[in-house]
Every structure is written in C-alpha cells, then in structure tokens.
C-alpha cells in the first residue's frame, strides 16, 4: 500500500477530517490533503510524527517503492557529511537500530 494510501486508511480509521489530522500534527490542512493525494511526500521528521501519533512503525506507512525514496535521502545526507560526521551518524543509527530491537524483544 503507498503512503498516501495508508494515511487515508489511518486517518479515517481514528475518524479524523483532514483539517483535525493536520491541527493534531501541527501541519496545513492542505499538506494533509496533498500528502493523500500523493502530491507531496513528508521528510523523515515528519513521518516520525505521522508514526507515533497513529502508533505505528514507520515502515509500515511506506510501500517498497516509498521506502526507497526515504533511504535515497538518507544516504544523501550521510553523503553530504564530512567523511567524520559520517562515521559518527553511522554509529547514531547503529545505536537507534540496537534500542528499536531491544525494544522489540521487550
């Protein structure tokens, strides 16, 4: 299922308008509305939101070919970094991978 596809179905799914889901995330309706429409597709930061306000994972909110977008960004901007900060970002994600399993197993 896309994104915009699994918003919907969460949305509606809490009975919620378009304008109610974008107060209660602090978004514009109309960012709810192109997000549905697969107009627009929301950062990582905003998916997180997205994520815990429905509390789901965020991979469930992305189809295979929506997951790619998300790594094509993150590797952007690893790569944009300083080969240090790379390695640094590397071992943050390292980490928050260790605590989400560890989480999982609880």
Same mark, same amino acid.
């Given at each position: 299922?896309? @994104?915009? %596809?699994?918003?919907? &179905?969460?949305?509606? =799914?809490?009975?919620?308008?378009?304008?109610?889901?974008?107060? /209660? *995330?602090?978004?514009?309706?109309?960012?709810?509305?192109?997000?549905?429409?697969?107009?627009?597709?929301?950062?990582?930061?905003?998916?997180?939101?997205?994520?815990? @306000?429905? %509390?789901?994972?965020? &991979?469930?909110?992305? =189809?295979?070919?929506?997951?790619?977008?998300?790594?094509?960004? /993150? *590797?952007?901007?690893?790569?944009?970094?300083?080969?240090?900060?790379?390695?640094?970002?590397?071992?943050?994600?390292?980490?928050?991978?260790?605590?989400?399993?560890?989480?999982? %197993?609880?």
């Amino acid at each position: 299922m896309y @994104f915009k %596809n699994r918003l919907k &179905a969460l949305r509606k =799914s809490k009975d919620l308008t378009q304008p109610q889901l974008a107060a /209660a *995330l602090g978004l514009g309706r109309s960012t709810i509305s192109m997000y549905e429409r697969g107009q627009r597709h929301p950062d990582f930061a905003t998916l997180e939101l997205i994520a815990d @306000f429905f %509390n789901v994972p965020i &991979a469930s909110l992305l =189809s295979d070919s929506d997951r790619g977008a998300l790594e094509n960004e /993150a *590797l952007d901007l690893l790569n944009s970094l300083p080969d240090d900060l790379q390695k640094v970002a590397l071992e943050q994600l390292r980490s928050l991978s260790n605590l989400s399993d560890s989480k999982k %197993n609880q």
